[in-house]
């Protein structure tokens, strides 16, 4: 599988789902950051490959050895990506899909549909084009269909993407505070070090003890967003 993740805006969290969600499902070791200004999913403890738009055909002659990869396309280099892939006609072939990340935000839901309506435009297919909600209350989770009716209905009219209300990551702490450890969710998951033995055979060392009390409620959070994030993959690509 080869994923595209793209959008016309920023800071909307899709580098987090490429290097946090996508990257460890698709089992790929580092992503492809076609970014220029921003850290993108470096920050989050993700190997990245760091590209330029401008360079899409020579990504595109690596993306053809490899069965999956995950592009995250930053939001100041989605229109020279866009002008690379339609100079390399049918290359959007290559992508199994085009993920469009999208939070509760008048303007940026109107800019998800631009986005969405553009790769349209380009030729890439339905099926491909692939909706997910990010950074959603918890408690607006049953709202989805009504917060989001514009999606919704863009894809009852027009028939150019795939919305499932299911598709959801909802607000977790721990997105933010692995960023200070550098630290993917699935290597935090998997880290089997027993953090309340650490905590106990550092009593009187403040400094040691915070550490542990960090990590463990790190790891806390972070499964929380670790399951929330196999039910949303799982559902952003249902019938695919």
């Known amino acids: 599988m080869k994923i595209a993740i793209v959008h016309l805006c920023g800071t909307i969290g899709k580098s987090t789902i490429a290097g946090q969600m996508l990257r460890p499902r698709i089992g790929v070791e580092h992503i492809y950051d076609v970014e220029t200004q921003n850290t993108g999913a470096g920050a ?9 738009g401008k360079e899409y055909g020579k990504m595109l002659d690596t993306l053809m050895r490899e069965e999956k990869a995950v592009v995250d396309v930053g939001s100041s280099n989605f229109e020279g990506f866009l002008k690379e892939m339609q100079r390399h006609s049918g290359s959007e072939e290559e992508f199994d899909f085009f993920v469009v990340p999208v939070i509760n935000d008048k303007r940026v839901i109107a800019e998800t549909i631009k986005t969405i309506r553009t790769l349209a435009a380009i030729g890439v297919e339905k099926n491909k084009i692939r909706v ?109």
């Open 44 to 52: 989050d403890g993700v190997k990245v490959r760091r590209i330029s």
């Open 132 to 240: 997910i909600f990010n950074k959603i209350d918890l408690e607006d989770g049953p709202n989805i269909e009504s917060t989001f009716a514009p999606l919704f209905g863009l894809a009852a009219s027009e028939h150019n993407c795939v919305v499932n209300k299911n598709a959801v990551l909802y607000e977790n702490d721990a997105y933010q505070e692995l960023k200070q450890v550098a630290i993917s969710i699935d290597d935090l998951v998997a880290d089997e070090t027993n953090y309340r033995a650490v905590l106990r055979d550092n009593k009187g060392d403040v400094d040691a003890e915070d550490k542990a009390i960090f990590r463990l409620k790190l790891k806390s959070t972070a499964k929380t967003a670790n399951e929330n994030m196999d039910r949303a993959f799982e559902a952003l690509f249902e019938s695919a």
